[in-house]
């Protein structure tokens, strides 16, 4: 691409810039009483200086002349009103700012191939959230991909944090929810009864800029949770199935660290295996009573678990398969053909309850550093769809989210924050078991 070309390129795009500024201009004296306000006196003006000419430029002191220049002045007046007002509508369609952002995204190298930065067409607080920003850009034929490639990038030049970028209007506007840069992630959010949510089967992971994190195990029935050591999975794990417990859920935790990560009031309130063979137990009840809904759902003719109790008024808890640290559990390395054997039952049942037990009720909430095939079979691995990864290098992060982005997006010295699979990082909630 020559100069030349460029240069056309850039002229066309300010000409269109202006055009919808004008437009944006009309927009917002129609919708903002005090840009209306602004329009209106501008008018006022305009119309005061035509009927005021005569006095206001003096033409009665030039005798001959003025006939003259009265018919140049009654030509111009208009012709000035009318820039001028366009001058105002573009004025009034601009955001504040507008240009610093342009020169920050070009200086950043968020550019297209004729050199040109994003465009901000409107900046304002979002609707829906105070707390938010939003800007919304014209992309200048940058794909969304890039911004996200250069999001941090992104953050520095404009001074915010990101919570979250997607496209509105088709393809033809960018929109960017930011908080300023100041107000990042509370380092600690310590976890309030009164967070509970009070909907059938939704449990509250933590806060994201945008809001609280939350998974609806009706909907998503399983969650992996991933992410490498003292990163805080533990802590979220308990977390979840703190909720569980005070939702009237059955919940069954599978523990070979000795239990000491499960104190007393745990065992008071779950039902604990700390071995293999009665964690083979366990889920061979489990299940048992996947069959046992099975027949039941199918005989009155309910379509999952929440429709049944609704007819029969029965009433039947929600099931939840807890582990911390599975790789503890299903490590097959240096295992003889026996505990093989064993494995292989536990992952069949495992599998099991993977695929069919969101309509009965019955689920999986597994924590682990690396979920790799080698260590979670794909069958069980497959069906957990809400995935959530702590701190974690590029490697990892691709095993558990199968993209890069807990690498990218989550600090390295940071505790309890995490990022889910559609890309929302947040801040669990500090749980502490006194607090059982
Ligand atoms: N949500 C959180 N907020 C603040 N600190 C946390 C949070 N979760 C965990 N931590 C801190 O991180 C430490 C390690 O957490 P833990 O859950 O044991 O990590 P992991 O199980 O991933 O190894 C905890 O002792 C706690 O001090
Ligand atoms: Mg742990």
Not at 4 to 23: F, S, V, W
Not at 151 to 173: S, V, Y
Not at 255 to 277: A, L, S, T
Request: with cysteine.
């Amino acid at each position: 691409m020559t100069r030349n070309d460029k240069d056309t390129i850039t002229r066309r795009t300010e000409n269109r810039h202006l055009l919808r500024c004008m437009k944006a201009g009309l927009m917002a004296a129609r919708d903002t009483p005090h840009k209306g306000l602004l329009l209106t006196a501008y008018l006022a003006g305009a119309v005061l200086v035509w009927l005021f000419r005569g006095h206001l430029f003096g033409l009665d002191a030039y005798g001959m002349f003025s006939p003259v220049l009265n018919a140049v002045i009654d030509l111009l007046v208009p012709l000035y009103a009318v820039g001028g007002l366009l001058a105002v509508l573009v004025l009034l369609g601009t955001p504040w700012g507008g240009r610093e952002a342009k020169e920050g995204l070009q200086k950043v190298g968020l550019v297209n191939h004729a050199g040109e930065a994003p465009i901000l067409l409107c900046k304002q607080r979002d609707k829906d959230t105070p707390r938010l920003t939003l800007w919304e850009f014209d992309p200048c034929g940058i794909p969304l991909g890039e911004w996200e490639d250069k999001r941090a990038r992104i953050e520095t030049a404009l001074n915010i944090t990101i919570a979250k970028m997607t496209w509105a209007e088709g393809r033809k506007i960018i929109c960017v929810y930011a908080v300023p840069a100041e107000s990042d992630f509370p380092a600690l959010l310590p976890w309030k009864d009164k967070y509970l949510s009070p909907d059938s089967f939704v449990l509250v992971l933590g806060e994201s800029l945008t809001g609280p994190v939350t998974v609806n195990l009706a909907n998503i029935p399983h969650i992996l949770l991933g992410g490498s050591t003292g990163s805080g999975k533990s802590v979220l794990l308990k977390l979840l199935l703190m909720q569980a417990v005070e939702k009237g859920a059955e919940v069954y935790i599978a523990d070979f660290k000795g239990g000491v990560d499960f104190p007393r009031v745990w065992r008071q309130k779950c039902h604990m295996c700390f071995r293999e063979d009665e964690l083979l137990h366990t889920l061979d009840q489990l299940t048992a009573v996947l069959e046992c809904r099975k027949k039941r759902l199918e005989e009155t003719e309910c379509k999952d678990l929440d429709t049944y109790n609704e007819a029969t008024g029965e009433g039947l808890p929600r099931l939840v398969f807890a582990c911390d640290e599975v790789a503890e559990m299903l490590d097959k390395t240096g295992a003889d053909n026996e505990r093989k054997k064993l494995l292989a039952q536990i992952e069949n049942k495992l599998s099991t309850i993977a695929r069919q037990g969101r309509a009965f009720g019955i689920h999986l909430i597994l924590a682990t550093q690396r979920p790799d095939a080698t260590i979670i079979p794909g069958q069980i691995r497959n069906n957990m769809d809400f995935r959530v990864c702590g701190r974690a290098d590029s490697v990892l992060s691709q095993i558990i989210l199968d993209n890069t982005s807990a690498a990218e997006q989550i600090p390295k010295d940071a505790r309890g924050r995490f990022i889910t699979g559609d890309g929302t990082v947040f801040q669990g909630y500090l749980f502490n078991e006194e607090q059982l």
